[in-house]
């Protein structure tokens, strides 16, 4: 076996070219006749035909290959793995098949010192970004180094994944890794010192959606790089009006995902996309006010006004949410049982600013019956009177229509409601009504 190899070269080409065609018939054959080809590696890059098969995304041929090889992270010319080539091209199978395999998720490259979750968030592969934080969650990655350090995990400039999807302009990454505990405010230049953040990052690249999924987790609008730029004067500089008018420090702050709260980050996933819905709503209430005064428009209607049609439909015969008489109450407090809406609830949640020095933020209570909220859920939608508001005996039933609402800040317009029963606003909801009228004044 092996011998009467006049000439490599030529063999090789063909098993490499195999290897990236997935013909795993060929790709077999070759590596019986002679196994040592396993061994090699292209002439340029000097890849091995795992890395070629990963970045191919020949899912085949690199289960036939790893079932050779105990080896999965053999390294090419710029020390990249096969798990980083196929992060880098979105090949989610690969992805799987490598950390399955064992691959090392925590290995960085020589040209950027960049980790796979730096390639999945670089070329926005969402899948593979998911894949591998599961990975880090199942691997000996997760006791060695904990996961909050590895969704922060810098590359040579001091980049962190959410940095690079930041500027690449990939939203879902974005929101993905913020989700994982990736910090919004991490900085280039390390902890405390001046350098760029993911902000600066979406502002350069123009990416509205990066730039409104950075503010809705608090990124910091003053942050200052090295040069002393915050985000808005680089929008500016790079003529992204929209994402500059959202950047610009003397516009509203928009509504923050209160993610240090604890109820926050441990509600279920259905709770949590209503909150995030309307979160997002919200905000883009907000934001059509301050994009109408720059030359740029948003394409309109927008989507969130179809739905509140849907809604509407429905609350004509389902409870409305006894703090805005506005929308469907959807969400449920644990465990005193009281319901009030998505908006509202976030409205209550996210009065705070998350303050980065204080490490426990002051939980919200109940407005009904001023009980700490422990938890979240979905509210089962009702249709009757629900006779338990002790506060709002004869609850009325409104018809959304006579509010004539176009959405617009409905949460903030339904806690001034709120704080007019008196009785009903407690001290802190009283104040969260105060505040946010301050936010209104200055629109
Ligand atoms: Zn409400
Ligand atoms: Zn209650």
Known sequence: MGQGLSCREPHDNSFFSAVQNGELETVETIVDDEPSVLERTTARGKLSALHVAAANGQIQVLSMLLDLSDRPDVLNRHKQTPLMLAAMNGKISCVERLIQAGANILMFDSLHGRTCLHYAAFYGHLDCLQ??????????????????RFVNIRDKNGATPLHLAARQGWPECVHMLLDSGAL??????????????????????????????????????????????????????????????????????PLIWPSPLKFITELNPEAKALLERALMETNKEREKTILKATVYSLPSPLHSEAEAGDNMSQASDVDLCCICFDQVCTIEVQTCGHQMCANCTLALCCHNKPNPTTSAPKAPVCPFC??????????????????????????????????????????????????????????????????CDDELDKL
Request: with cysteine; charged share 20%.
């Open 184 to 253: 919004v405010c991490a900085s280039t230049g390390g902890y405390g010192y001046p350098g760029i953040t993911p902000l600066h990052f979406a502002a350069r690249g123009g990416s509205l959606d990066c730039v409104r999924e950075l503010l809705a987790w608090g990124a910091d609008r003053l942050h200052r790089d090295s040069s002393g730029r915050i985000p808005y004067m680089v929008a500016l500089r790079h003529k992204h009006a929209a994402c500059a008018a959202l950047l610009n420090p003397s516009a509203p702050e």
């Open 131 to 148: 894949a591998i934080l599961s990975g880090a969650l199942s691997t000996p990655v997760a006791h060695s180094w904990g996961f909050a």
């Open 370 to 435: 001023r009980s700490n909220i422990t938890q979240l859920v979905v509210a089962k939608i009702k249709t009757e009177n629900d006779k338990e508001f002790e506060f709002s005996p004869s609850k009325p039933r409104i018809s959304r229509k006579s509010f004539n609402t176009s959405e617009e800040s409905s949460s903030f317009k339904g806690l001034s409601a709120m704080s007019s029963f008196g009785k009903l606003g407690g001290r802190s909801s009283g104040k969260v009504a105060a505040e």
